[in-house]
């Protein structure tokens, strides 16, 4: 399943002791549907708050029921704030994680003197100016494969830091400035200390160019501050070689 949701509400992706998440109520809405017990795996665990467009997610049933209706059905059960874009069957040996994939991610940054209450929920409101082409050069320095434990918070478990970064884009319409990156992967909080580094940046307190010596740190102390998860969206991820 392709997998939409306003984060706001929950308590992120993975089920957690302290409130609802996004697998929960799909658990719990799945094994109502289909009559039996459902577990679903997602692709990308969301922190609490962060927004998805197209967060994948498999699961194992025995249901008759067409694949592609699944997700009609589903929807009929599904809160507002979280809908399915579409369903399909995959191989019984496919998991979303462990094959080779591009992750879109979008970081939204109002950047105006006044709040837009329309916009509160997917934009981080910052008012001092920020200029915008500091944090574009910024951004090249970051496409390619390095080690990205600058970019990481502390203590998360991972067996390296290094990534891929096919594209770090930054660009400005009207108020919104929207950081873009896409890669093979991403660390626990990369792409929002990614987008407090270029905040930092972008407002006069480091040069550009120090984005080359924070990846060379590889001290998460070397970065700028990991920004709010509610101006975070995953928009979607790719399955090379795969329709």
């Not at 008012?127 to 918070?153: I, N």
Request: charged share 25%.
């Amino acid at each position: 399943m392709v997998v939409a949701y306003d984060g706001t509400n929950y308590k992120g992706w993975q089920v957690q002791p302290n409130g609802i998440t996004i697998e929960e109520v799909l658990n719990k809405k799945l094994s109502e549907l289909l009559g039996e017990e459902i577990m679903v795996t997602g692709a990308s665990r969301t922190d609490s708050g962060v927004h998805s467009l197209g967060n994948v997610a498999i699961f194992d049933t025995n249901t008759r029921m067409p694949a592609d209706k699944i997700s009609f059905a589903l929807n009929q059960r599904l809160p507002e704030d979280i809908v399915v874009q579409g369903s399909c069957e995959v191989p019984g040996d496919w998991h979303p994680r462990f094959v080779s994939s591009r992750k879109t991610y979008e970081y939204r940054i109002l950047n105006r003197t006044f709040r837009m209450p329309t916009r509160r929920f997917d934009t981080y409101f910052y008012h001092y100016p920020l200029d915008v082409e500091k944090m574009k050069q910024a951004a090249s320095y970051l496409v390619g494969e390095h080690d990205f434990k600058s970019f990481c918070a502390v203590g998360a478990q991972v067996k390296t830091t290094v990534r891929m970064i096919y594209a770090c884009d930054v660009w400005r319409e009207n108020d919104i400035i929207t950081i873009r990156v896409t890669g093979n992967g991403f660390l626990y909080n990369m792409v929002r200390i990614i987008a407090g580094t270029l905040i930092k940046i972008g407002g006069g307190e480091l040069p550009p160019e120090e984005i080359k010596e924070i990846l060379a740190a590889c001290d998460r102390s070397a970065a700028g501050p990991t920004a709010p998860a509610h101006g975070l969206t995953m928009m979607g991820i790719e399955y090379p070689g795969e329709q």
